[in-house]
C-alpha cells in the first residue's frame, strides 16, 4: 500500500523511535481487515522497533492500536489512516515511543498535570483537512498523560458510531460519551478547555506585559505579514490572535499564490506561523479582542479574559467569517446536518439528500463536489440567476442528481431528533413557501467581516469593513487595518498580505513622526 518513496521517509523517521512499538490490530476476514493488516506490516517491516499483534479485542473492527511494546495503548485507530491521517500514524508511533514532541514546555506540563481520566474519540473523513489537527493534538495528549485515550474514527466506516452519537460534520470530538467540540482544534486549544484556570494565568501575565510599539490584532495573512514587517524594523511587536492562520486553515487547496505552483490552508499557515517566529514577535494565541480605546497617548485593547494590552499602534487584521443563513433552526441544527465546510463534511452524507445554499462560485463548486458522494443536491439561489462563472454552471446542470432553485429566500431549518429533516423557502416571486425534505444543508453564502466588537469605535461600511485610505489608515490616530476585514476590494490571500506589509509601514512612518 506505501510506494517506495514513502517507504524510504519511514525509515528516516523511524529511526527517531525511543522505545519499541507494537500495533495491535483487531480483524476479520472483511477486505478492509485485509488492507489494514498490509498496511501495518509494510509499515513495521520499515524498523525493527516496530512489530505487529493481530490479538486485539476491540469491538470496533477493523481497528488498531499504538503503543510501547508491553504497556497498554491508550491510542487507537478505527479505520485506516491513509490520505491526511498517515501523517497522524506517523506521528502516533513516534510519540508514544518516547519522542520529545514539538510544542511549548508550558503546554507539555499542563498536560502531564490533567488528572481526569479522560476517553476521546475523534470521528474524522479521510477528505478532511482539519481532521488532522484535532486527531494529532489527541494523540499527543495520549502518549504524554496515561490518564487520557484517545480514539481516531473513521467515520465512513463506522456508520453505527455516527448514528449513535448524531455525528453530522467533522471533525467532532466526543469525551468520555459526551460531545466535546467540533471543527478545527489545536492542542493549545484542547488544553485551555480542560484548564479551567488557564484564562486568569494569561489574564494576569498579558496585564503586565510592557507598552508595544506596534500590536497586531488578528493572525491571518495580513496579520502575518503587518507583524513580520514591525519586527523587522527593530520595534516591539505582539500579535494577539484568535486562531492563528485565521481562515486560510479552513482552505483546502490555493492555487494562486504568486511563485507556489500549489498548496493547502494548513501548509500556509504553518509556514506563516514559522516565518513570524523567526523575529522577536510577541505571540498571543488564542485570545479574543473585545474592546478599543485610546487613552491619553496610548491605545488600549481589552480581551475576553479581561486582559488590557496597551501600544503607541494598532493594525487591525482580524479577518472574515462564514456568513449566515440567519433564519430560525440555524444555530439549533449548526454541526448536525447545517453545515459550511462540503469538502470536509461531504461525505458523512453520502447516499443522502442534502441543499446547497448559494449560487456564487462556491455555491456551485459545493454543489458539484456534494454531487459526486450525496443522492441528490438541490440548489438554492436568492437571486433569479446563478452568478458562478459560466464554466461551473455548465457543470452543474449537466449533472443528473441537481436541481437548481432561483429566487428562492430560505426562511427556517426544521428537524426531529437532533437532526435537520427540512429546508423551507419562499417563491420571491409568488410567495409561496416550500419545503425541501433532506438531512443536509451547506451554506455557501459569502462572508462578512470581524468587526461587530468595533462598532461605534472606527469607522465602518455598510457591510461592517474598516474603512482605510490609501495607506491603511482608520478613522482613528494610531490605527491601521488590513486585509478581509477592510473596504479593499478583492477578498484574497495575497492582496491581504500585501495590505498587512502596507499597514505596517504606515504605522512605523506614524511612529517615526508622532
Same mark, same amino acid.
Request: glycine share 8%.
Given at each position: ?12 523517521? !523511524? ?218 524594523? @527593530? ?21 494562486? !499564490? ?40 496610548? =491605545? ?58 448559494? @449560487? ?18 438541490? =440548489? ?34 426544521? @428537524? ?25 444543508? !451547506?451554506?455557501?453564502?459569502?462572508? =462578512? ?28 490616530? @494610531? ?31 506614524? =511612529?517615526?513622526?508622532?
Amino acid at each position: 500500500m506505501l510506494d517506495n518513496n514513502i517507504k524510504l521517509q519511514l525509515k528516516a523517521y !523511524f529511526e527517531r523511535i525511543v522505545n519499541p512499538i507494537e500495533l495491535i490490530a483487531t480483524l476479520d476476514d472483511s477486505p478492509k481487515s485485509a488492507e489494514m493488516l498490509e498496511l501495518l506490516n509494510e509499515v513495521a517491516e520499515q524498523s525493527d522497533k516496530v512489530t505487529v499483534s493481530t490479538t486485539g479485542n476491540s469491538i470496533n473492527i477493523p481497528s488498531f492500536t499504538v503503543g510501547k511494546r508491553g504497556e497498554a495503548p491508550r491510542i487507537r485507530f478505527s479505520g485506516l489512516p491513509m490520505g491526511h491521517e498517515m501523517t497522524s500514524f506517523i506521528l502516533a508511533i513516534l510519540q508514544a515511543s518516547g519522542y520529545p514532541p514539538k510544542a511549548e514546555e508550558a503546554i507539555l506540563e499542563s498536560i502531564r498535570g490533567l488528572t481526569k481520566p479522560m476517553r476521546f474519540q475523534t470521528f474524522i473523513s479521510l477528505s478532511c483537512h482539519n481532521c488532522p489537527d484535532v486527531v494529532q493534538a489527541l494523540n499527543l495528549m495520549a502518549a504524554l498523560n496515561p490518564n487520557i485515550e484517545h480514539e481516531m474514527i473513521d467515520g465512513a466506516l463506522y456508520q453505527n458510531l455516527v448514528d449513535q452519537y448524531q455525528v453530522m460534520a467533522v471533525p467532532t470530538v466526543i469525551m468520555n460519551g459526551e460531545v466535546f467540540g467540533q471543527g478545527r482544534m489545536t492542542v493549545e486549544e484542547i488544553v485551555a478547555k480542560l484548564d479551567t484556570s488557564s484564562s486568569a494565568r494569561d489574564a494576569e501575565k498579558f496585564n503586565a506585559k510592557e507598552t508595544f510599539d506596534s500590536l497586531i490584532i488578528g493572525g491571518g495573512p495580513a496579520g502575518a505579514s503587518a507583524a513580520i514587517y514591525s519586527a523587522r524594523k @527593530g520595534i516591539k511587536t505582539g500579535i494577539v490572535a484568535q486562531r492563528f492562520g485565521g481562515q486560510v486553515a479552513d482552505t483546502v487547496g490555493i492555487e494562486n !499564490f504568486i511563485s507556489v505552483k500549489e498548496t493547502e490552508g494548513p501548509k500556509l499557515v504553518m509556514a506563516l506561523e514559522q516565518h513570524v517566529k523567526e523575529y522577536e514577535v510577541d505571540v498571543m494565541n488564542l485570545q479574543t479582542a473585545t474592546q478599543l480605546e485610546k487613552v491619553g497617548d496610548e =491605545l488600549q485593547v481589552t480581551l475576553e479574559n479581561g486582559a488590557v494590552l496597551k501600544s503607541k499602534t494598532v493594525i487591525l487584521s482580524t479577518g472574515a467569517r462564514w456568513r449566515e443563513m440567519n433564519v430560525p433552526g440555524e444555530q439549533e441544527y449548526r454541526g448536525k446536518g447545517v453545515a459550511y465546510c462540503p469538502h470536509c463534511d461531504g461525505p458523512l452524507y453520502k447516499g443522502k439528500d442534502v441543499a446547497v445554499i448559494g @449560487g456564487g462560485n462556491s455555491g456551485v463548486e459545493a454543489a458539484i463536489d456534494l454531487a459526486g458522494i450525496v443522492k441528490h443536491v438541490t =440548489l438554492v439561489e436568492f437571486d433569479t440567476k446563478l452568478r458562478a462563472d459560466a464554466v461551473l454552471q455548465k457543470k452543474l446542470h449537466s449533472l443528473p442528481n441537481v436541481t437548481v432553485i432561483t429566487n428562492a429566500l430560505s426562511k427556517e431549518v426544521l @428537524g426531529a431528533n437532533g437532526k435537520v429533516t427540512t429546508l423551507r423557502y419562499e417563491d420571491r416571486a409568488s410567495q409561496e413557501m416550500h419545503d425541501i425534505a433532506l438531512e443536509g444543508i !451547506f451554506v455557501q453564502i459569502g462572508l =462578512l467581516p470581524n468587526t461587530d466588537w468595533l462598532k461605534g469605535t472606527i469607522d465602518l461600511s455598510p457591510r461592517g469593513e474598516i474603512v482605510i485610505d490609501a495607506k491603511g489608515e482608520t478613522s482613528m490616530p @494610531g490605527v491601521f487595518a488590513a486585509g478581509d476585514c477592510t473596504t479593499v476590494p478583492y477578498k484574497q490571500i495575497i492582496i491581504a498580505m500585501g495590505e498587512g506589509a502596507k499597514a505596517s509601514l504606515s504605522s512605523f512612518d506614524y =511612529l517615526i513622526r508622532a
